[in-house]
């Protein structure tokens, strides 16, 4: 009796250590989403995909089973390359050697990687997730890879500007002309009006001849 009820007391004990480690790994495996950002590139050129998490994620035990996996996400799911805590990397794609990672950095919880001479078919989603052995994702970021936009100039601003000084010019030429003209005009008529005066006084004097004379 008493070697039964001793067994009774260690199974139940063990069921219950046993729902303690499951509620902590499932508690540790429900994958926290951290943020979602969105970076533009031109293409050819070098881009820096961040990632990181907080140091308190990767725990004290620095010989822990965690890494980082990245992923592109279009049409399907291309896993990139793994980056582990102790900082060895294992690549699936390097997408020709354009893929440089950091990996003195893991231990501070920096799983950056760099992405060189962008090409059109790397646009899209980017996805690095924190694992904590196989298949516990612990905590993921998102982000969008896309083009930047050149604004280009707007024709009919142009060509507004380009009637208005043309218009500008215009006017200034027929103010000139008009100007010349008056003062040319102005300069013309006080020589009639001395020749018609000189005139006037001619015959009036000859007038007054012509009546004496008579």
């Known amino acids: 009796m008493m070697v039964l009820h001793f067994n009774t007391i260690w199974f139940s004990v063990w069921m219950l250590w046993c729902c303690l480690m499951f509620i902590k790994g499932d508690e540790l495996c429900k994958s926290y989403f951290i943020n979602r950002s969105n970076i533009s590139i031109k293409l050819q050129s070098d881009v820096l995909l961040p990632c990181n998490f907080d140091p308190t994620l990767l725990g004290s035990d620095k010989t822990a089973d965690i890494a980082v996996v990245w ?15 102790q900082g060895n990397v294992n690549f699936w794609d390097s997408k020709g050697g354009r893929i440089k990672t950091f990996p003195n950095l893991s231990e501070s919880g920096n799983f950056s990687i760099l992405l060189q001479k962008v090409q059109l078919y790397d646009l899209g989603f980017y996805c690095c997730e924190l694992f904590n052995g196989i298949g516990c994702r612990i905590a993921y970021q998102e982000l969008h890879l896309g083009l ?19 218009a500008l010019l215009l006017c200034l030429f027929i103010t000139c002309v008009c100007s010349k003209s008056k003062e040319r005009k102005h300069q013309l008529e006080p020589e009639s009006s001395h020749e018609y005066c000189y005139t006037e006084v001619m015959c009036t004097l000859h007038s007054t001849n012509s009546h004496e004379n008579h």
């Open 148 to 166: 930047t936009t050149v604004s280009q100039p707007q024709p009919q601003k142009s060509i507004i500007a380009g009637a208005s000084v043309v």
């Open 71 to 85: 992923s592109t996400k279009n049409s399907t799911i291309i896993h990139l390359v793994e980056i582990t805590l």
